[in-house]
């Protein structure tokens, strides 16, 4: 046996070198992706990406019908190396950040099968350490104008050059002087809000004594560079952080069990609510025009405010569409897809899998999206 000195600097030395939740050989999987940053988006055909945990990537490329599992790294749970709860996409290539409570990558793509680092390797932002490939930590990544925003604790990060460069925002003392008193926020999760603003908005628990009580509003008008702590008006019947989407005009937030929802029409400053949605627990995604929240009952709107049911048929979950019309339905508590071509009237499986047996999260898909990528 070691002595004692040199046992507690061989376990301190372990602690340095890999989180605690990060194996050896999840250090050796993150290091074997090869780096990206020479993407070539050549945006010809139509694909569906959803994800999962362990870096699950499935992709269709023929309208939803068949599905290929492109890249899987490790079995993952809700914490760790390889947990998966987001993609992005614009201009052509995916993006899906890896990683949370433990090193965060971002996965890239312009042709949804083959998948690499999204950075050049030559950015070393603060969290990675000195490896290029780490990313701040994540919990929700948008994309609009050829910029991909990721954002998850205290520090925001952007890159509008395919990786090619990146910038970072950390709001620690960014706003100090608030009147609000100090920032205390966690589970950052950003949209894009529509060419028409170009703006990025992101929202996170209120994680402190004082503050709006649905939490904070944060705003980017230089595509991700800096931020604002927005002081919105119309939310303060919010009781709860839920679900924010645009469809690329009109912002719709949802309380925490989705019973309400407010609108914005003005990327975030002020909001109308609250709008009662006539359903609860349900998952808020845009298909077209619409906002779709799908549960036990599932209900759409065009305005956020008046709210009609949608077929019985529908499932539970994330819904994504297609430029046709298809539909695609997740959830992650189902380890299957589940595909309609007639605006939700009726669903066919059309991909299932089996999944790891680990605890610690499920192991359903979890987020999708559309696109056109290379042949």
Same mark, same amino acid.
């Given at each position: 046996?070691?002595?004692?000195?040199?046992?507690?600097?061989?376990?301190?030395?372990?602690?340095?070198?890999?989180?605690?939740?990060?194996?050896?050989?999840?250090?050796?999987?993150?290091?074997?992706?090869?780096?990206?940053?020479?993407?070539?988006?050549?945006?010809?055909?139509?694909?569906?990406?959803?994800?999962?945990?362990?870096?699950?990537?499935?992709?269709?490329?023929?309208?939803?019908?068949?599905?290929?599992?492109?890249?899987?790294?490790?079995?993952?749970?809700?914490?760790?190396?390889?947990?998966?709860?987001?993609?992005?996409?614009?201009?052509?290539?995916?993006?899906?950040?890896?990683?949370?409570?433990?090193?965060?990558?971002?996965?890239?793509?312009?042709?949804?099968?083959?998948?690499?680092?999204?950075?050049?390797?030559?950015?070393?932002?603060?969290?990675?350490?000195?490896?290029?490939?780490?990313?701040?930590?994540?919990?929700?990544?948008?994309?609009?104008?050829?910029?991909?925003?990721?954002?998850?604790?205290?520090?925001?990060?952007?890159?509008?050059?395919?990786?090619?460069?990146?910038?970072?925002?950390?709001?620690?003392?960014?706003?100090?002087?608030?009147?609000?008193?100090?920032?205390?926020?966690?589970?950052?999760?950003?949209?894009?809000?529509?060419?028409?603003?170009?703006?990025?908005?992101?929202?996170?628990?209120?994680?402190?004594?004082?503050?709006?009580?649905?939490?904070?509003?944060?705003?980017?008008?230089?595509?991700?560079?800096?931020?604002?702590?927005?002081?919105?008006?119309?939310?303060?019947?919010?009781?709860?952080?839920?679900?924010?989407?645009?469809?690329?005009?009109? *912002?719709?937030?949802?309380?925490?069990?989705?019973? !309400?929802?407010?609108? #914005? $029409? /003005?990327? @975030?400053? +002020? &909001?109308?609510?609250?709008?009662?949605?006539?359903?609860?627990?349900?998952?808020?995604?845009?298909?077209?025009?619409?906002?779709?929240?799908?549960?036990?009952?599932?209900?759409?709107?065009?305005?956020?405010?008046?709210?009609?049911?949608?077929?019985?048929?529908?499932?539970?979950?994330?819904?994504?569409?297609?430029?046709?019309?298809? *539909?695609?339905?997740?959830?992650?508590?189902?380890? !299957?897809?589940?595909? #309609? $071509? /007639?605006? @939700?009237? +009726? &669903?066919?499986?059309?991909?299932?899998?089996?999944?790891?047996?680990?605890?610690?999260?499920?192991?359903?898909?979890?987020?999708?999206?559309?696109?056109?990528?290379?042949?």
């Amino acid at each position: 046996m070691k002595p004692l000195p040199l046992l507690l600097a061989s376990i301190a030395l372990s602690f340095t070198c890999f989180a605690a939740n990060e194996s050896p050989e999840d250090v050796e999987r993150r290091e074997a992706i090869p780096f990206g940053g020479d993407f070539k988006p050549n945006p010809k055909v139509g694909a569906f990406v959803v994800v999962g945990h362990g870096a699950r990537i499935l992709v269709s490329k023929d309208d939803g019908k068949t599905w290929t599992q492109s890249f899987f790294a490790a079995p993952g749970a809700d914490h760790g190396p390889w947990a998966t709860k987001a993609v992005a996409y614009t201009g052509g290539v995916f993006v899906v950040p890896v990683g949370w409570g433990a090193p965060t990558i971002y996965l890239a793509s312009d042709d949804a099968m083959n998948w690499r680092h999204l950075t050049k390797g030559t950015a070393k932002l603060p969290e990675g350490k000195g490896d290029a490939r780490v990313m701040p930590g994540t919990w929700g990544v948008a994309a609009g104008k050829g910029t991909f925003v990721g954002s998850g604790y205290m520090t925001f990060c952007a890159t509008s050059d395919l990786g090619q460069s990146f910038s970072s925002f950390g709001m620690w003392g960014a706003f100090k002087d608030d009147p609000r008193g100090k920032l205390s926020t966690h589970h950052v999760g950003a949209v894009y809000c529509g060419d028409a603003s170009g703006r990025f908005l992101a929202l996170g628990d209120n994680r402190g004594d004082s503050g709006a009580k649905f939490g904070n509003l944060f705003a980017s008008d230089d595509l991700g560079k800096t931020w604002k702590w927005l002081a919105p008006k119309g939310l303060d019947a919010s009781t709860g952080r839920g679900e924010m989407l645009c469809n690329g005009r009109l *912002l719709v937030m949802t309380d925490k069990d989705a019973a !309400n929802a407010w609108t #914005s $029409t /003005d990327a @975030g400053e +002020t &909001w109308t609510g609250p709008h009662a949605t006539g359903t609860q627990r349900a998952t808020l995604s845009v298909v077209g025009n619409e906002f779709w929240l799908c549960g036990k009952k599932s209900r759409a709107s065009t305005d956020g405010q008046t709210w009609r049911d949608l077929p019985a048929a529908v499932p539970e979950g994330k819904v994504i569409a297609s430029d046709s019309g298809t *539909l695609i339905s997740i959830h992650p508590q189902r380890t !299957n897809i589940q595909r #309609s $071509t /007639d605006s @939700g009237k +009726t &669903w066919q499986e059309v991909h299932q899998y089996t999944p790891p047996d680990i605890k610690g999260g499920a192991q359903g898909l979890r987020a999708g999206a559309w696109g056109l990528v290379a042949p």
